[in-house]
């Protein structure tokens, strides 16, 4: 784990950096997506929902869409996508207590699984390890944005 202008930034998940997003692969050839620690700091650090388009559980969702919404007393706003993939299931511990997604936003504050169409041909889209850190720090310093 990095700390980087003071957000928690995990080395082994992958990054949808403008839209603070990551995805993790699972075992099954799943995919784990949640918000970064910097989304979590941007709406306010409590958040008052996060609701998985129930509408959109089995359907394939495009990369970018809108899988759920995170809402807050600052923010409302849209928890897009890091790749094509089918929705599965959403966390249904964040219904809740969203605010999980706050406190521990790589581990059970997960948002969604999915099944991904093309994982191996959408995941160059995103960055990931030493190099995805390196982006998203000079996207933090870019944009001046701090989680501490």
Do not use: C, H
């Given at each position: 784990m990095s700390n980087v202008r003071g957000c928690d930034l995990p080395d082994d998940v992958f990054y949808l950096i403008e839209k603070h997003v990551?995805?993790?692969?699972?075992?099954?050839?799943?995919?784990?997506?949640?918000?970064?620690?910097v989304a979590a700091k941007l709406s306010g650090g409590k958040l008052a929902a996060i609701t998985v388009k129930?509408?959109?559980i089995g359907q394939e969702v495009i990369q970018g869409k809108s899988i759920a919404t995170?809402?807050?007393?600052?923010?409302v706003g849209p928890v897009p996508a890091p790749v094509t993939a089918?929705?599965?299931?959403?966390?249904?511990?964040?219904?809740?207590?969203?605010?999980?997604?706050?406190a521990?936003?790589?581990?059970?504050?997960?948002?969604?699984?999915?099944?991904?169409?093309?994982w191996d041909g959408e995941k160059g889209s995103l960055v990931t390890g030493a190099d995805g850190i390196a982006k998203y720090q000079a996207k933090l310093e870019a944009d001046n944005i701090s989680c501490s």
């Open positions: 990551w995805a993790k692969p699972m075992d099954d050839g799943s995919i784990r997506v949640g918000i970064t620690s129930a509408k959109n995170v809402e807050s007393s600052k923010f089918v929705l599965v299931k959403a966390n249904e511990k964040l219904a809740d207590d969203p605010n999980i997604a706050v521990d936003p790589y581990g059970e504050g997960w948002i969604a699984e999915m099944k991904p169409s093309n």
